[in-house]
């Protein structure tokens, strides 16, 4: 298993993960509701075609907190190689702001091997600490995605 992280500019962030699990599998994990469930979102909704729409949503942990919501369309679906999402958050006025596009390439590395680079595009940092959060806050994804599979 090994960890990659790029910043490839201040627009875009690049990391690349090292799954052990076949490519389908892997790739199931990002498109199908109930197995996202278990690793991405709270609650999840995926129409796993090109210009379908999906929706996740991670409960707030504590009370008075908004639930936090993410939605957006299918760019780009090619069945265990690639997923082309843009990211459109809610905010508490339900106003739709769209945040970024996010790009994810799975590659068979070996018949039970599957490397997943993860490129967010389109969404300028303010700062370095906001650039870093985002660097982890798909980092600690990924691991998590990585426990469910292996």
């Known amino acids: 298993m090994s ?3 790029e910043a490839d ?3 875009q ?3 690349t993960r090292t799954i ?3 490519v389908s599998d892997v790739f199931a994990a990002w498109t199908d509701p ?5 690793w991405e979102a ?4 995926f129409d796993a075609f090109e210009g379908g729409q999906y929706r996740f949503v991670t409960f707030a942990e504590d009370e008075g907190e908004e639930d936090h ?3 957006g369309e299918v760019l780009t679906y090619v069945e265990d190689e690639r997923l082309v999402l843009s990211w459109i958050h809610k905010d508490e006025d339900e106003e ?3 945040i970024f596009v996010l790009d994810i390439v799975f590659k068979a590395i070996a018949d039970d091997s599957t490397s997943i680079t993860l490129t967010e595009r389109g969404l300028p940092h303010a700062d370095a600490q906001t650039r870093i959060f985002s660097m982890e806050a798909w980092s600690a994804a990924l691991e998590e995605l990585a426990e469910l599979m292996e």
């Open 3 to 5: 960890n990659g992280m």
């Open 9 to 11: 500019s201040e627009s």
């Open 13 to 15: 962030i690049t990391l």
């Open 20 to 22: 052990a699990a076949h």
């Open 34 to 38: 109930a197995l996202i469930e278990q």
């Open 42 to 45: 709270d609650e999840a909704e």
């Open 69 to 71: 919501e993410v939605s």
């Open 96 to 98: 739709s702001e769209l």
